[in-house]
T-cell receptor, first 112, second 113 residues
Framework: SQTIHQWPATLVQPVGSPLSLECTVEGTSNPNLYWYRQAAGRGLQLLFY??????ISSEVPQNLSASRPQDRQFILSSKKLLLSDSGFYLC???????????FGPGTRLLVL | GENVEQHPSTLSVQEGDSAVIKCTYSDSASNYFPWYKQELGKRPQLIIDIRSNVGEKKDQRIAVTLNKTAKHFSLHITETQPEDSAVYFC????????????FGAGTRLFVKA
């Protein structure tokens, strides 16, 4: 069966520091991968999605970037965090030929 | 791009009553409409989905309806229970070089015992 991991689970970072969040999927090949951000009490904002290694589509212009160095690895990065980057970051995957997305456990980021 | 509106933002019902959440979408190319339930501090979990070639789908106490002409879809929960209390998200998905899903803002459902 498929499993999706995210780490770290919780992160507290100062403003201006870099960020790297990792997401990996097990038990499937060539998944579509997604990064979402959820601000406190708010909805899910699609940040990036990827249909294959090295292929990244950006949905919202901001100081975040994503990379997919391996088939089942998706990384969210920032060179300098802003206060507004605080939130719950969710990675999701779907099969290449199916639409249903399954979410990881999330990373709770607090920027101070 | 696609935009999904969801109403109401908060819904409070008595245990045993029905709850209805409504969503509209803007892009007629959307063809997949999932609903997710998110409990406090946890990840969203898929509870039901419907594709554009179907007008209605039911799974026990949960049903979804889709009106493609009007571009709206709804979630119906019957015989609500306290454990149904959570935030519910609708979404609309479409192919744009990859499959993309856009979510509504969510509905916080309270079921009072």
């Amino acid at each position: 069966s498929q499993t999706i991991h995210q780490w770290p689970a919780t992160l507290v970072q100062p403003v201006g520091s870099p960020l790297s969040l990792e997401c990996t999927v097990e038990g499937t090949s060539n998944p579509n991968l997604y990064w979402y951000r959820q601000a406190a009490g708010r909805g899910l904002q699609l940040l990036f999605y990827s249909v294959g290694i090295g292929q990244i589509s950006s949905e919202v212009p901001q100081n975040l970037s994503a990379s997919r160095p391996q088939d089942r690895q998706f990384i969210l990065s920032s060179k300098k965090l802003l206060l507004s980057d605080s939130g719950f970051y969710l990675c999701a995957w779907s099969s290449a030929n199916l639409e249903t997305q399954y979410f990881g456990p999330g990373t709770r980021l607090l920027v101070l | 791009g696609e935009n999904v509106e969801q109403h109401p933002s908060t819904l409070s019902v008595q245990e045993g009553d029905s709850a209805v959440i409504k969503c509209t979408y803007s892009d007629s190319a959307s063809n997949y409409f999932p609903w997710y339930k998110q409990e406090l501090g946890k990840r969203p979990q898929l509870i039901i989905d419907i594709r554009s070639n179907v007008g209605e789908k039911k799974d026990q106490r949960i049903a979804v309806t889709l009106n493609k002409t009007a571009k709206h879809f709804s979630l119906h929960i019957t015989e609500t229970q306290p454990e149904d209390s959570a935030v519910y998200f609708c979404a609309a998905g479409l192919y744009t070089g990859g499959f993309k899903t856009i979510f509504g803002a969510g509905t916080r459902l309270f079921v009072k015992a």
